[in-house]
């Protein structure tokens, strides 16, 4: 298909009869697919825009009644943030065809994990909604480790592996995350619990 402008100027005679035609035809196809394009993009833009909006509304919903005080709060918030614009610049780099399993483990991982901490499974490409959803699960579970369990202890080892399940059409994928090394967790009748 092809967008074309007709211009032309008739020339008329003494009488009013047209003499003759002169014009132009100009190919606009490209402007056009141009046009298109850009509102294919701004319309996906203004998605995606919607559901980050909707996710930071979540955050803030979900650190408001899991901080005991605003200092607490303030500190989860940014975090929180934090992890969503790294996953946010991951996608962006892949122009937001997905991102690799491995490359959101590892950025969650980075301020808590050295040689304490070990990861493998198949190789997964995360689509981006997926990619968004396991950064911020990956997020409090590397939080909660750093402040209780293995991550808060030089012994403290994190194991995180994936898998496709036996006979699975690779539409669910298991993810074990197994720490060793922490600190004790009391038992229930040691701290009062019945």
Known sequence: MRWIESRSFICYGGDGSPQRVVGVNIDLTERKQAEEHRNILNAELDHRVKNVLATVGAIIRHTQHSTPSMTDFVTALEQRIESLAGTHELLSHS????????????????????????????????????????AMVLHELTTNSAKYGAFSSEAGRVRLNWHWPQNSRRENLVVDWHESGGPQIPSAASIGLR
Do not use: H
């Open 95 to 134: 122009n937001w065809r997905g991102v690799a399993l491995t490359e959101v483990i590892e950025r969650e991982f980075a301020p808590y994990a050295g040689d304490n901490a070990e990861i493998s499974g198949p190789s997964v490409t995360l689509k981006a909604e997926a990619a968004q959803a396991v």
